[in-house]
């Protein structure tokens, strides 16, 4: 492709990807493709010749649409927000078109320090000290693998030098909420620990980690020769956004010599507007944090934000340097390779400035608290309707709610109805939310954050509900506020 072609094509596609956001409120929110549709459309061998991609964007809105799930759109209320904000889907143009590789800071210097520049931005948005650094990684798994090999380090005096978990060392011992994500048990996995080693502790009434009963499992652990090694705090739970409390785990970990790890991936974002910040009160004292500016920030996935302390142990925990990586600036700069599991590395930063520069803080913060008084106006419908129930408080911008039909008292029952009500909304294609299972109970999660999601898309949803609940009831009228 020359130079003329590629500018041609390109325009073309920046105006498709512009057309697509304007119309995106019209179009199905969940994709209704079935298993195989998509690959169906595509020949069986490769092309022999080139110069077909005309082939491939005409056949964009036919094939591909058809296949996608549309996570921008401001019906979407399903898992958690994905924005990708239209600053940012220009910054990947620009980290495409450069094919940078920033795996050390002589392999473009930029890569690395205009990351270290939006970075600390970061952590003052957020309300950070001063005492944490950060860096990019591509999600929050990779940034909690990378913390708990951290702390599998420091606790074993860097085992990894020596035989490793192999040595014969009594077992490490990780602790989490019973309503920690799934990521945090495969990371424990992946890094050695074991699913034996693995704690889940209960919960409270709010679904956030209980103290005394941390203190109660670690203590156990000890009397039984084990060897506890770190515990993982999570503000803004995936099932409810529920909050652990931070400073007193911090004052459990403190006592007792454990890594804190903070997941906030969701929740992070919210810490721009200072009043949400005593949601994770204690975070100083966290060895590290991860949040995903990727999600309800703004700039397009991957881009995972984590923070640490002590960065020279990280750098010891990651390094491997090899004679053909070394530099002669190796002394003065950061070289990001070290800073976590890949070797290669985007230019991500990019996106998170142009993000930044194009939204400001202000209009983070006005996003922020709109979207929390979106769910809130939620909470409220379902806590005066006759017949709904909510499970869980809603300090953030999701909503754990279900429909009891009248007379049920069987869980299944029950459960069935709410999964009914779920593929019911989700099929109509003019809203998508998730169904999702807390502490037995079958619940609908609804997750507010996209973009362009206003109070009318909220109220859109809750009527979608009431008539899916009434449908799936039988056809009984119900009470509709």
């Not at 750098?315 to 950061?334: C, F």
Request: hydrophobic share 40%; with cysteine.
């Amino acid at each position: 492709m020359d130079s003329d072609t590629f500018r041609k094509l390109g325009h073309e596609l920046v105006d498709w990807i512009a057309d697509y956001r304007d119309r995106i409120e019209s179009l199905p929110v969940m994709s209704r493709v079935r298993p195989g549709e998509i690959r169906a459309r595509f020949p069986s061998t490769p092309p022999a010749g080139g110069g077909r991609l005309r082939e491939a964007i005409d056949a964009l809105d036919a094939v591909v649409l058809p296949g996608i799930t549309h996570w921008t759109h401001p019906s979407f209320f399903a898992y958690f927000p994905s924005n990708a904000s239209r600053a940012s889907i220009l910054a990947d143009l620009v980290c495409a078109g450069l094919g940078v590789q920033g795996m050390s800071w002589q392999t473009s210097p930029a890569a690395t320090e205009v990351e270290e520049v939006v970075m600390d931005w970061l952590r003052q948005m957020v309300g950070l000290p001063d005492t944490f650094t950060g860096v990019i990684q591509d999600t929050a798994s990779t940034s909690t693998l990378t913390a708990l090999l951290c702390a599998r380090e420091r606790s074993s005096n860097f085992s990894q030098n020596r035989e490793g978990l192999q040595g014969g060392e009594p077992p490490l011992v990780v602790y989490a909420s019973d309503q920690v994500h799934s990521s945090i048990e495969k990371d424990a996995l992946l890094a050695g620990f074991g699913k034996k080693h693995l704690r889940f502790i209960a919960t409270d009434r709010a679904h956030a980690m209980r103290i005394d009963a941390l203190a109660e499992a670690i203590e156990a652990d000890r009397s039984a020769g084990l060897r506890p090694c770190v515990v993982v705090a999570t503000t803004g739970t995936t099932g409810t956004t529920a909050l652990d409390p931070v400073a007193g785990i911090a004052g459990v970990a403190r006592r007792h010599g454990l890594w804190l790890h903070l997941d906030a991936a969701l929740a992070g974002t919210a810490m721009v507007e200072p009043e949400y910040r005593w949601m994770w009160r204690g975070v100083e004292e966290a060895d590290s944090l991860v949040f995903n500016p990727h999600k309800w920030m703004g700039p397009g996935f991957d881009l995972s934000a984590y923070f640490v302390r002590d960065p020279q142990h990280l750098v010891r925990v990651m390094s491997t340097n090899p004679s053909y990586l070394r530099t002669a600036q190796d002394g003065e700069v950061r070289n990001l390779r070290d800073w976590g599991i890949p070797l290669g590395r985007r230019f991500r930063a990019l996106k998170l400035w142009f993000h930044l520069l194009d939204e400001g803080v202000d209009g983070m913060r006005a996003r922020v608290r709109r979207d929390v008084e979106n769910a809130h106006w939620l909470a409220d419908r379902v806590d005066e309707t006759p017949g709904w129930e909510r499970l869980a408080p809603v300090p953030l911008q999701t909503v754990t709610l279900r429909h009891v039909p009248q007379g049920a008292s069987d869980e299944a029952r029950v459960a069935e109805h709410n999964l009914a009500i779920a593929r019911r909304v989700n099929e109509g294609g003019r809203a998508y939310l998730t169904p999702s299972v807390l502490k037995g109970q079958q619940t609908l999660r609804v997750s507010i954050g996209a973009e362009g999601t206003e109070r009318r898309h909220v109220e859109a949803l809750w009527r979608e509900l009431l008539e899916a609940a009434r449908a799936e009831s039988g056809g009984t009228p119900g009470p509709e506020r």
